[in-house]
């Protein structure tokens, strides 16, 4: 069965620094991995979609990574901004019905 | 472009009342969509997920049930109410040529 971690669970940094938020996954025949973000009350809003057979995906500011041999991605946040403030979850696809499969978030505090 | 909506926005409901939530995507055909449920200090699990008119797939063992009545439309039912059935609901869609899945604004449900 597949398990999604993301370390740290909460995160506060003040504003400007670069940060990383890391997503562990169990089982790596994975199909697509997606990142998200989540503003408290509200839906998600995708930010990046990894497919299997790539490295990374950029997107402005932000940079995510996936190595499946270790079973891991990273987001990485250039030059953070108050408005990243959120939760990130990854979500992992792991066949054609595309189902995700969710870590429990790390919640972003990026101080003014 | 597409979008995806969702309604009630919140409800509030008593203990052993029916339930009807709706969401419909607009701007494109043939979609997989998808239930997931938020519980409160709990991550996002998946519910039920649709590949066309009619084919409901559940995930978890549960008092809810889905319909697709309509290509763009999914409704989440539930004939009565426990307490344990109060989250965050959210819907989302897929289109199979590209496998990111975008979410809805959700249904905020309060058993009492």
């Known amino acids: 069965k597949q398990e999604v971690t993301q370390i740290p669970a909460a995160l506060s940094v003040p504003e400007g620094e670069n940060l990383v938020l890391n997503c562990s996954f169990t089982d790596s025949a994975i199909y697509n991995l997606q990142w998200f973000r989540q503003d408290p009350g509200k839906g998600l809003t995708s930010l990046l979609l990894?497919?299997?057979?790539?490295r990374e995906q950029t997107s402005g500011r932000l940079n995510a990574s996936l190595d499946k041999s270790s079973g891991r991605s990273t987001l990485y946040i250039a030059a953070s901004q108050p408005g990243d403030s959120a939760t990130y979850l990854c979500?992992?696809?792991?066949?054609?019905?595309?189902?995700?499969?969710f870590g429990s978030g790390t919640r972003l505090l990026v101080r003014p | 472009s597409q979008t995806i909506h969702q309604w009630p926005a919140t409800l509030v409901q008593p203990v052993g009342s029916p339930l009807s939530l709706e969401c419909t995507v607009e701007g494109t055909s043939n979609p997989n969509l998808y239930w997931y449920r938020q519980a409160a200090g709990r991550g996002l699990q998946l519910l039920f997920y649709?590949?066309?008119?009619?084919?409901i797939s559940s995930e978890v063992p549960q008092n809810l049930s889905a319909s697709r009545p309509q290509d763009r439309q999914f409704i989440l039912s539930s004939k009565k109410l426990l307490l344990s059935d109060s989250g965050f609901y959210l819907c989302?869609?897929?289109?199979?040529?590209?496998?990111?899945?975008?979410f809805g604004p959700g249904t905020r449900l309060t058993v009492l």
């Open positions: 990894i497919q299997s057979s790539q």
């Open positions: 649709s590949v066309g008119i009619g084919q």
């Open positions: 989302a869609w897929t289109m199979t040529s590209y496998n990111e899945q975008f």
């Open positions: 979500a992992l696809q792991m066949d054609s019905s595309y189902k995700l499969i």
